[in-house]
C-alpha cells in the first residue's frame, strides 16, 4: 500500500501520520465503524480479492513484480511504502529478537524503492512469524491504523450509513492506500464528489454507485505504470461491490456468494441484531 507518509483528505477531513508512529499504536476512537461482526465479514471479503481466501492470510508474502517489493500479510503490505516495514516495527517492539528483527535495517534501506536485495531471507522469516500470535495481532493493529480507521472517519465525514459502502471504501482504502496520489482513496473519493456531489445531496445508494465507477476507472487507467497491468486484473473486485448495490444489498446480508476472478466463495455475515441496529442501511436511489 501508499503509506509511508499519507494526506488523506475529503471536503472536511485532514488526517496525517508518519512511519515515525509505526510502533505506537494507540486504539483508534472512531465515531461510526461496522459492528464487529461485519468488520470481520468486510475482512473476509477482502481477503477473497486480495489472496482468494476467505481466512486472513498473515503468512502470505511475494514478490509481485509490481515495483512495490515485496507483498506481504493479510492487508498486503509491501517493502517500497512502508507499511511492511510498520508492521515489522511494532511486532520487534513485542517480541525482540524475532524472526525478521535482522531485516530491520534493510527494509529501511530499501524504503521507497522495488528492490527486495538483501531480504531474500524475509519471505521464508515472515512464514514463521505468522505462526506467533503477538506477528498477527501486530499486523491487525497496522492494518487498523493506516487502513480501516481512515475509511471508517471518511465514512463518518461524508454521513455513510450502509455497511455495503462503509466496505467499499475500506476496500478501496487496501488497494489504493490513503496517500495524497491520483489513485488514492481521498482522489477516488473527490473524483465522486465533483460529479455526484456529497452523499447526503446525491442519496447513498447513487453516490456509492459513482464512487465504484470512479474506482474502477482508476483500476483499469492506473497513472502509477507499475500497478497499471495487475490493477487492470482485479476489477472484479469492483464489479462484485456494483452487484452488490444493483441487488440492493446495501445491508451486506449474507451469505454472500462472490466470484471477482472465476473462482466462487461464499462468505457468512451473520450479524447479531444488537448490532445491526447500528448499522442502519439506507435504500439504494
Given at each position: 500500500?501508499?503509506?509511508?507518509t499519507?494526506?488523506?483528505?475529503?471536503?472536511?477531513?485532514?488526517?496525517?501520520?508518519?512511519?515515525?508512529?509505526?510502533?505506537?499504536?494507540?486504539?483508534v476512537?472512531?465515531?461510526?465503524?461496522?459492528p464487529?461482526?461485519?468488520?470481520?465479514?468486510?475482512?473476509?471479503?477482502?481477503?477473497?480479492?486480495?489472496?482468494?481466501?476467505?481466512?486472513?492470510?498473515?503468512?502470505?508474502v511475494?514478490d509481485?513484480?509490481?515495483?512495490?517489493?515485496?507483498?506481504?500479510?493479510?492487508?498486503g503490505?509491501?517493502?517500497?511504502d512502508?507499511?511492511?516495514l510498520?508492521?515489522?516495527?511494532?511486532?520487534?517492539?513485542?517480541?525482540?529478537?524475532?524472526?525478521?528483527?535482522?531485516f530491520?535495517?534493510?527494509?529501511?534501506?530499501v524504503?521507497?524503492t522495488?528492490?527486495?536485495?538483501g531480504?531474500?531471507?524475509?519471505?521464508a522469516?515472515?512464514?514463521?512469524?505468522?505462526?506467533?500470535?503477538?506477528?498477527?495481532?501486530?499486523?491487525?493493529?497496522?492494518?487498523?491504523r493506516?487502513?480501516?480507521?481512515?475509511?471508517?472517519?471518511?465514512?463518518?465525514?461524508?454521513?455513510?450509513?450502509?455497511?455495503?459502502?462503509?466496505?467499499?471504501?475500506?476496500?478501496?482504502?487496501?488497494?489504493?492506500?490513503?496517500?495524497n496520489?491520483l489513485?488514492?482513496?481521498?482522489?477516488?473519493?473527490?473524483?465522486?464528489?465533483?460529479?455526484?456531489g456529497?452523499?447526503?445531496?446525491?442519496?447513498?445508494?447513487?453516490w456509492?454507485?459513482?464512487?465504484l465507477?470512479?474506482?474502477?476507472?482508476?483500476?483499469?487507467?492506473?497513472?502509477d505504470p507499475?500497478?497499471?497491468?495487475?490493477?487492470k486484473?482485479?476489477?472484479?473486485?469492483?464489479?462484485?461491490?456494483?452487484?452488490?448495490?444493483?441487488?440492493?444489498?446495501?445491508q451486506?446480508?449474507?451469505?454472500l456468494?462472490?466470484?471477482?476472478?472465476?473462482r466462487?466463495?461464499?462468505v457468512?455475515?451473520?450479524?447479531?441484531h444488537?448490532?445491526?441496529?447500528?448499522?442502519?442501511?439506507?435504500?439504494?436511489?
Amino acid at each position: 500500500m501508499r503509506l509511508t507518509t499519507f494526506v488523506f483528505a475529503t471536503d472536511l477531513l485532514w488526517i496525517t501520520t508518519t512511519v515515525a508512529q509505526a510502533a505506537v499504536m494507540e486504539p483508534v476512537a472512531l465515531k461510526d465503524t461496522l459492528p464487529a461482526a461485519l468488520k470481520s465479514c468486510a475482512e473476509r471479503m477482502i481477503s477473497v480479492f486480495e489472496n482468494e481466501s476467505t481466512s486472513l492470510k498473515y503468512n502470505y508474502v511475494e514478490d509481485l513484480n509490481d515495483g512495490r517489493g515485496f507483498t506481504a500479510g493479510r492487508a498486503g503490505f509491501v517493502t517500497r511504502d512502508g507499511d511492511l516495514l510498520q508492521v515489522v516495527e511494532l511486532y520487534n517492539r513485542v517480541r525482540p529478537r524475532n524472526a525478521l528483527s535482522g531485516f530491520l535495517p534493510m527494509l529501511r534501506t530499501v524504503l521507497g524503492t522495488a528492490s527486495t536485495q538483501g531480504l531474500e531471507g524475509l519471505p521464508a522469516a515472515w512464514r514463521k512469524a505468522a505462526a506467533d500470535p503477538l506477528f498477527r495481532q501486530a499486523q491487525d493493529q497496522v492494518n487498523d491504523r493506516l487502513y480501516y480507521a481512515p475509511a471508517m472517519q471518511a465514512a463518518d465525514d461524508l454521513h455513510l450509513q450502509s455497511p455495503l459502502a462503509k466496505f467499499a471504501l475500506y476496500d478501496a482504502s487496501i488497494q489504493h492506500g490513503t496517500g495524497n496520489d491520483l489513485d488514492s482513496l481521498g482522489a477516488i473519493i473527490r473524483a465522486t464528489i465533483a460529479v455526484r456531489g456529497r452523499p447526503d445531496k446525491a442519496g447513498e445508494g447513487k453516490w456509492l454507485a459513482a464512487f465504484l465507477q470512479a474506482r474502477k476507472k482508476v483500476l483499469l487507467n492506473a497513472t502509477d505504470p507499475q500497478t497499471r497491468a495487475a490493477w487492470k486484473e482485479s476489477v472484479g473486485r469492483v464489479n462484485e461491490q456494483l452487484r452488490l448495490l444493483r441487488e440492493g444489498n446495501l445491508q451486506l446480508s449474507g451469505p454472500l456468494t462472490l466470484k471477482p476472478y472465476g473462482r466462487k466463495f461464499v462468505v457468512s455475515c451473520a450479524t447479531p441484531h444488537h448490532e445491526l441496529a447500528a448499522a442502519s442501511a439506507t435504500a439504494v436511489e
